[in-house]
Each structure stands twice: as structure tokens, then as C-alpha cells.
């Protein structure tokens, strides 16, 4: 009750946000969606690491709040902080959005995972629906053994930079002995999910996405 009173006090100051929130071309619906919420500089104690941050909740299985993401909208470092690990909530154990994603996944057998909660939001919005992301972590033997509960195979599609791509060939890398397909997507230009489709679009992102699954049956 605790967090869902916090997730209340971030939903209803949404609003202050309106500015970044059109910037990032997010609509109400997705707003509502994934229950986005605000940090005002004014705030509970308890939530005050989380000022002037847009929220994003981070939920378990069953979809109840766990944790929280934030976001900066001032330029401070670092730009995204989440909760405190808890018994509740570990990095390493936990993908966002996967309580939403679960039942997609399960039915394509295959999980994409991202870096960040606006590469999924933008996959989603798009039709994408098995997305999760690792949140500012690799991917780790404990994320995959949770993905294998639903997933065939695993494809990471990390930031096309160069620190995005170190994250994903450590990952192959570390993961090989899952006994799970994993194969890995580089997007053109340094870009993330979230940027490459607002500049080149859904459709090539699908053919980039579809050719990598061609390529892993050869």
C-alpha cells in the first residue's frame, strides 16, 4: 500500500511534465497505460531522491508496483535513478514491463529485450508487445532464467552506440550456457529502439528485427 500511494501521489502530478511528456511524443493513453508519473521538486521525504523526475513504476509478475524508475528533466546526473533494491525488488531480477509483456512473449516465443522504458514504450505503441528492458543493467543469468519461463529465444537490441553494443557482446558473451538462443540487434547510426523508429520508422525496424531471425535459422 506504501508504493501504491506513492505511484497515486507521481499519477496525479503527471501534468507538470506536460512539456517533456509532448516532447517525447508521449499521448494519454500511454500515459495511462504504464501509470507515467511525476516527482514535483515539492514532495513527500520519502520520494525526494526522485525530484523533478518523470516516474515510470516497475511492477512484478502479478503487476504490482515494486519499485520506481525516474527519469531527469533538469540535466542532472544521473539521468535515470530507480528505488532501492529491496527484498521485493532486485535489478537483476527483474525486467520492466514484463508483467504486461508475459502472455506475448509466451505466444511468439520470442522476448526482445531493450535498455530503457521509452525503447519499450515506442516498440509497444507500435504493435512490438513482447518487450521488456533490463533498466540500466546487463542482461543477467537471472533475467534470462525468468525469460525462459516464457521465450524460446532472446534477442537484446541495446543502444546502437558504442557502450550499448559492449553491454550486448558481454551479454552474449556471459550467456552463452543458458541453453537458450540469443542473438543480438544492432541498430544503424548509434541509435535506440525508441530514436531509430521515430527517425526511420516502424517498418524498417521490423525488417532489421526480421532479418536477425532469418539469419539465426540459416
Known amino acids: 500500500m506504501f508504493l501504491y500511494n506513492q505511484l497515486e501521489f507521481f499519477k496525479q502530478n503527471v501534468s507538470m511534465a506536460d512539456d517533456y511528456i509532448q516532447h517525447r511524443g508521449l499521448d494519454q493513453k500511454t500515459i495511462q497505460d504504464f501509470e507515467i508519473g511525476f516527482c514535483p521538486f515539492i514532495c513527500p521525504e520519502e520520494v525526494n531522491s526522485f525530484s523533478n523526475r518523470l516516474i515510470f513504476p516497475i511492477n512484478n509478475l502479478s503487476g504490482e508496483v515494486i519499485a520506481f524508475g525516474g527519469r531527469s528533466l533538469s540535466g542532472e546526473k544521473p539521468k535515470f535513478i530507480n528505488s532501492p533494491e529491496s527484498n521485493d525488488y532486485k535489478k537483476s531480477r527483474v525486467l520492466y514491463n514484463l508483467d504486461k509483456a508475459q502472455d506475448y512473449i509466451l505466444n511468439s516465443?520470442?522476448?526482445?529485450?531493450?535498455?530503457?522504458?521509452?525503447?519499450?514504450?515506442?516498440?509497444?505503441?507500435?504493435g512490438i508487445r513482447n518487450v521488456v528492458a533490463s533498466c540500466?543493467?546487463?542482461?543477467?543469468?537471472?533475467?534470462?532464467?525468468?525469460?525462459?519461463?516464457?521465450?524460446?529465444?532472446v534477442v537484446i537490441c541495446y543502444d546502437g552506440d558504442a557502450a550499448g553494443e559492449k553491454a550486448a557482446e558481454r551479454a552474449l558473451e556471459g550467456l552463452s550456457d543458458e541453453q537458450i538462443p540469443i542473438s543480438n540487434i544492432s541498430l544503424p547510426?548509434?541509435?535506440?529502439?525508441?530514436?531509430?523508429?521515430k527517425t526511420n520508422g516502424i517498418d524498417k525496424f521490423k525488417e532489421i528485427l526480421n532479418g536477425k531471425k532469418e539469419s539465426n535459422k540459416l
Not at 516465443?109 to 507500435?126: H, R, S
Not at 540500466?136 to 529465444?153: M, N, P, Q, V, Y
Not at 547510426?189 to 530514436?195: E, I, K, Q, V, Y
Open 109 to 126: 516465443g520470442v522476448a526482445i529485450v531493450v535498455e530503457g522504458y521509452f525503447d519499450v514504450i515506442q516498440l509497444w505503441n507500435n
Open 136 to 153: 540500466g543493467t546487463a542482461i543477467t543469468k537471472h533475467h534470462i532464467r525468468l525469460l525462459k519461463r516464457f521465450a524460446d529465444e
Open 189 to 197: 547510426g548509434g541509435l535506440d529502439p525508441d530514436d531509430f523508429i
